[in-house]
Structure formats: C-alpha cells, structure tokens
C-alpha cells in the first residue's frame, strides 16, 4: 500500500478506483492502466489495447471541452495535495478562491485535497462556480466536498489540457511535484506560443525564490531560457496582488 491509502480501516482494506468502478480486496489489479499504456505491458485485454485506448482518451476530451465550454472566466489554483486545513497555505487558498469568486471568476483546481480543497472551499462558499478537475488515483477519494463542478480524468495530459485551455491565469501556491508540473507545462506552453500568455503568480515568495533565482541565474546566463518577463510571472505573499494579477486579463474583472 502506498502512504496515500486513505482508508484503512475499512472492513476489506484500502478502496481502488477505475473510471465508475471501485475495487477492493484481491479485485485490485496489480497495475493500473495508465501504467500499462506508459509501461508497454503486454499482458492486456482488448480494451487496454492502444489504438483503442485512443477512444477513452478522446471521449475524455470531448467531455472536458462539452462541461467546460461555457465556464466563462476562469483562474487556476495549484498547490500541494498535502496542506493541512489548518495551515497558512491553505487559509491563504481560500481567502484567493473567495476572493476569485467575488469578482465573477470561476476557480478550477485539481479537485482533490489541500490547496486544491481550500480554493474550491472559498469560491464555493462565496457562492462561486468552484471546478474541480480530478484524477483518477489508485487509493484517491475523488472530489473534494467543495467543488461544484466536477470531472474525473484518467489521463494527467487531458486534465492538463483542460486546465490550460480554461484558465486565464494562474495562481500557484507552495507544493511539490504535482504543482511543478501543473507550472511548467504554463511555462512551456507560454514559450513555445503554443498558448496564449497569461499570468503566472508563484505565491509565498520564500517557498519559490529559490527556483525562481536558479531559473534566472544560471539556467538563464547558460541561455537555457529567456528572461522572465516580470509581467507574465510574479512572486507575491499578498493574496489580494495575487488575485488581481491573476485576473488581470479578464476583461470584465
Ligand atoms: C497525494 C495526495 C493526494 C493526491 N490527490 C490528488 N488529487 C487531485 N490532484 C492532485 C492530487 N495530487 C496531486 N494533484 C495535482 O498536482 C498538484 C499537487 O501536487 P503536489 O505534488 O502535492 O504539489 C495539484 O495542483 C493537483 O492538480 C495526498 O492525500
């Protein structure tokens, strides 16, 4: 069992979750699907088969695009999956969520606990359109209690797909590998004119200066990047700067 097993002191052990079905006990494959599409298994049924896998990966698409469609402006709020409620992390993701839904923008997060709960939480409680885009993790518990809308991703690309394309900025609060990879691939989108630019807010300066200072020390004087340009990525602790660097491309906001 991995450290994200949530339940177990249910009768029958940790829960599995795949699409609509749940699995416990020795229902549990031992890998999952996406590990085999990433891995080459070759021990696979039909459905698992790639070049039918591309349905499932493409009604995916076109569910996020059908739900999301008319959202209308959006911010996104990544942050680490472990932030305590009680943390000033996640105090601060709240306050930026209410804050997001005061001003008529929907919140979209990862849908699942930490950050992601504390920016749902606000918005909705503000009486916002809060969505959350979750993944379907072995051992996850689904959406958190405070999303209004909700969809469930197998594929990481697709999810991320929906994010980018939905957002009009972003707010990245502290976090770990989820949250790095949620910022890069803005950035990358963003440098290869592959999307838009849109702001990028990296909240809790001393969390980021370091990767912030790296990425326009050396990486830069080695040419790796260009310069950041100091009106697409900000580093902030004032929530309030924050949201409205976020917004600042909306045009109603
Ligand atoms: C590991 C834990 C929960 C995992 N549940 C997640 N549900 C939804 N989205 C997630 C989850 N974990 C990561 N993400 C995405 O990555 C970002 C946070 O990752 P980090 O590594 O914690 O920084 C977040 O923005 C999500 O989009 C604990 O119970």
């Not at 590990?35 to 499932?56: C, E, F, M, S, T």
């Not at 105090?91 to 606990?113: F, K, N, S, Y």
């Not at 209004?148 to 770990?176: A, E, N, Q």
Request: aromatic share 10%; charged share 20%; net charge negative.
């Amino acid at each position: 069992m991995t450290e994200n097993t949530p339940q177990n002191n249910e009768p029958l052990g940790a829960t599995y979750q795949r699409g609509p079905a749940i699995m416990r006990g020795s229902m549990i494959p031992s890998a999952s699907s996406t590990a085999n599409l990433l891995g080459g298994d070759d021990h696979q049924d039909w459905r698992d088969i790639d070049p039918w896998r591309v349905l499932r990966i493409q009604s995916e698409f076109v569910e996020g695009f059908d739900e999301l469609a008319d959202l209308g402006p959006a911010v996104g709020v990544f942050g680490s999956a472990r932030a305590s409620s009680d943390s000033d992390d996640y105090h601060a993701a709240e306050r930026m969520g209410q804050l997001l839904a005061q001003r008529h923008v929907a919140v979209i997060t990862g849908g699942g606990p930490g950050i992601m709960e504390a920016a749902n939480k606000g918005a909705a409680l503000a009486g916002g359109k809060s969505v959350g885009l979750g993944i379907e993790l072995p051992f996850e518990q689904g959406l958190n209690a405070y999303v209004t809308l909700g969809l469930s991703f197998r594929y990481f690309f697709v999810r991320k797909t929906m994010f980018t394309k939905y957002s009009s900025g972003i707010i990245v609060c502290p976090g770990g590998f989820g949250t790095f990879d949620e910022l890069f691939e803005v950035l990358t989108l963003v440098q290869t004119h592959k999307m838009t630019s849109m702001p990028v807010v990296l909240y809790g300066k001393n969390y980021w200066r370091g990767l912030f200072d790296w990425l326009d020390g050396p990486v830069r004087k080695r040419g790796m990047i260009s310069r950041i340009d100091p009106h697409l990525v900000l580093l902030t602790d004032d929530i309030e700067e924050a949201v409205h660097v976020a917004t600042s491309t909306i045009p109603s906001v």
